[in-house]
C-alpha cells in the first residue's frame, strides 16, 4: 500500500511544479507588460515633445528635446514645456516673422543677370551639343561675367 500512496502523491507533486512554473510564467510576462507599458508612454511623450518643438519653430531639435525631457513632469503638457522653454532659451528657436533664406541654383541666378541672351545659347548648347553653340555660350558667359546687371 505504500507503494501506491507514493504514486498517488507524485502527480500531485508535479501538478504543483506546473502551478509554480505557471505563476513564474505569468510574473515574467506582467513584468515584460510593465515594462512595454512605460516604453510606450516614454515614446508617445517623446513625439509629443518634438511635435510641440517643431510646430515652435526650434532649430536644435536633439538640444532642446534634452532640455524640454529634462523639464517635463507628469502633470504637464509639452505645450507648455516648449512655451517656457522658448522664452528662457531663445536662441534654441528661430525667430518669429523670419522667412527662411533659399538661395537660387547657381544656374538660375546667373541666368537671370546675364539675361536672354546667355539663356538662349546655354539651351541651345545643351540641345544641339555643336561646338560652335558651346563656344557661344562660354563666350557669353566669360564677356558677361564682369557686367553689373541693370
Do not use: C, W
Not at 1 to 18: Q, V, Y
Not at 52 to 70: F, M, P
Not at 81 to 98: D, I, N, Q, T
Amino acid at each position: 500500500m505504500s507503494i501506491e500512496n507514493t504514486e498517488a502523491t507524485t502527480p500531485a507533486l508535479d501538478g504543483g511544479d506546473e502551478a509554480g512554473d505557471l505563476q513564474a510564467q505569468l510574473e515574467q510576462a506582467e513584468t515584460a507588460l510593465a515594462e512595454t507599458k512605460a516604453a510606450l508612454v516614454r515614446t508617445e511623450r517623446m513625439r509629443a515633445i518634438d511635435a510641440a518643438l517643431l510646430e515652435a519653430g526650434v532649430v536644435d531639435l536633439e538640444t532642446a528635446r534634452l532640455v524640454a525631457e529634462r523639464a517635463m513632469t507628469d502633470e504637464t503638457e509639452p505645450a507648455e514645456v516648449v512655451r517656457s522653454l522658448a522664452e528662457r532659451k531663445p536662441f534654441l528657436f528661430k525667430p518669429r516673422g523670419m522667412t527662411p533664406l533659399r538661395s537660387p541654383s547657381a544656374m538660375s541666378a546667373r541666368t537671370e543677370r546675364r539675361g536672354v541672351g546667355l539663356t538662349g545659347a546655354a539651351e541651345s548648347a545643351m540641345s544641339t551639343g555643336r561646338r560652335t553653340d558651346l563656344l557661344h555660350y562660354m563666350r557669353l558667359k566669360r564677356n558677361g561675367s564682369h557686367r553689373i546687371p541693370a
